[in-house]
């Protein structure tokens, strides 16, 4: 009987292994990446993203690619194929993080055009319209879509003619004047009364066009990092060597699923690291997966379509026509932020901006390059600028319990600092405009400043004294 029971254990053991084997080959044959063929249906107003971030209940339902497995039982071969697991994991993940509908929608137009477009961060936020640099695609604003929950705020990103989804047009038509009616068309259709605008580049000219044609839609200042100034003011011939071709044919050897991310078609459905009830989307959480992201939304981005940014360079450089427009005739406050190492764009460009346009201010970033729009510091520093714009002290819960919140503080210190380079402005322009030999004081009596100006006319020996308030 003892022997008849050591046996039975056995058997039970063996099964047991048999059991575990079998279900550590299966979960490996599930991980494989599946093949669709049919692309989601897009509509302009996405009220879900679970069917790109819900895990699928039908395990029968998620297809497989055949895949042969020798069982080893060395340690580097298991470590092997942890790594292989845990690569083809991640690779998809980001996948379907790119592949939301947010990511991916598309709109037609009065005129038959269609209009592909992105959306991140809250629902029901303030809205921001994003315009890209040269050659980047809607996927870029994936990066900010915490940042831009936490604040409460919609950021929108169009892909302007002939790149991503929408549709090409021709080169006679594409003009910068021309794009503030499709962003108003646009807010028709999405029902924004107002809005914000953050610009990247060569998103620049676009973005003040819009200060040109509808200033009623815009909503506070506009914000441009890096923007891009008229070859007529600016030697900008540095951009010749970027032009996007060589690196278009470079990243079209990607790895990762980029035909289904061309479409939006979405594979199958995995577990998201968290579910926000602002709908924001589950984005990849480790240092690593964001890594990934980055080098995935690049990727994506040069896999659609780019006819029109050969388009978009011709535009910047005003070869066949100019802007319609100069950065001078435009009132619109904009905030500039540039870097002081931006291989592009060159400091005297941004410098004209400030000293030539109505309402210009600039913040250098010391040791900023061009890539300087997906530098945290610098997108928080406009979100914190626009929430702060945006805040209403009278519906405000903190500010109705304390006397000011964190951010009724960040606006006060705005205006002061706004006040000072205001006045460190009128003081620069004093000393350009003066000709005569003169002594500036700076004397501060309580909250007004007084420029004392010690002339010394040839005709008298006498000071005059000029008290200027401001």
Known sequence: MENNFNNNNNNKRSTKINLFLSKKKSSVIAEEPPQISTPPTLNIKTDSLSSSSEPSSQSSSIPTSPTNIQSSDTTSNTSSET????TTNSNMEITTFLAAPRLTQRVRLSSGRVVSFSEVGDRNGFPVFVFLGMGCVRYFIAFFDDLATS???????PDRPGIGLSDDVKAEDQQVLKWPDVIEELCQLME???????AHS?????ALACAMKIPQRLQGTIYLVSPWVSTTVANNFKWLQYVPTPIIKLTNSAGISLQ????????????PQSQRNSGALAAPSNTEKKQQLGLAILKASFAENLAGANNDLLMCFERKRTFGFSYTDVNHP??????????????????WMEGNMADCKLTLIEGGKHSLFLRAEVVDSIFKSIAVQLHDKNNCRLCKIFSKCWLLEEAENSRKERELEIQRKVVENFKKNVKRNQTINMMKTGTSNIVLDHQHPPTDNIPHTVYTYF
């Open 83 to 86: 790594t292989e697991t845990t």
């Open 151 to 157: 604040y409460n705020l919609r950021l929108i990103c």
């Open 192 to 198: 924004i009364p107002k809005f914000f605008i953050m």
């Open 202 to 206: 060569a998103g620049a000219p676009y």
């Open 260 to 271: 289904q991310m061309k479409h939006g078609r979405q594979p199958y459905s995995i577990k």
């Open 334 to 351: 904009v905030h500039v932020f540039h870097g002081t190492k931006d291989e592009r764009i060159p400091i005297s460009a941004v410098k």
